[in-house]
């Protein structure tokens, strides 16, 4: 397991290829991810990634803990056998998975989080409860914001994210 620490949310998005700056005509922070240019598009990697996120919709297939789901087989990962971990949000009707990977290249011995997106109409409420709001101070930026529907589903899902990481 390789666990990186960084040392502020500016830090950790710069190298993640994001900036963090102060916007002049507001007085909060936003956040832009950026094309690296160390970091090629590679359209086989984005078919994978789509495939993996398409995933997550099937929450009731009992194909994806053995990742023998239809999604699951044409990603081509290799898993590590029974790392596939599921968590449900209860409050917001939010569904993930989690799995460590063996391969193959640029996949090999990295773990992937995949989230299901809007899937019904509780979802597309939270969605559009849009204020920004700060950050939760344990975050360490005073300066941060976020979306307000999608820090109520991190609320509902993060301790057993953080768990089927471990």
């Known amino acids: 397991q390789i666990t990186k620490t960084y040392s502020s949310i500016q830090n950790a998005l710069e190298n993640l290829g994001g900036l963090l700056k102060r916007s002049r005509s507001v007085s909060n922070w936003t956040v832009s991810l950026v094309a690296r240019k160390d970091i090629k598009f590679d359209p086989l990697v984005s078919r994978t990634l789509s495939l993996l996120a398409r995933a997550t919709y099937r929450a009731n ?6 990742w023998s789901c239809e999604s699951c087989k044409e990603t081509r990962l290799s898993i590590v056998p029974g790392s596939v971990k599921r968590f449900v949000g209860t409050s917001q009707d939010l569904f993930g998975f989690s799995l460590k990977l063996v391969g193959p290249h640029p ?5 992937a989080l995949a989230l299901r997106g809007t899937a019904n109409i509780e979802n597309l409420w939270v969605d559009m409860d849009e ?3 700060r950050v939760p101070d344990d975050w360490n930026c005073d300066s941060c914001f976020v ?3 999608f820090l109520d589903y991190w609320a509902d899902i993060e301790k057993d994210v953080v768990e ?3």
């Open 61 to 66: 297939d009992t194909g994806l803990d053995n």
């Open 107 to 111: 996949f090999s011995n990295q773990c």
């Open 131 to 133: 204020i920004q709001v």
């Open 147 to 149: 979306h307000k529907g």
């Open 164 to 166: 089927s990481l471990r």
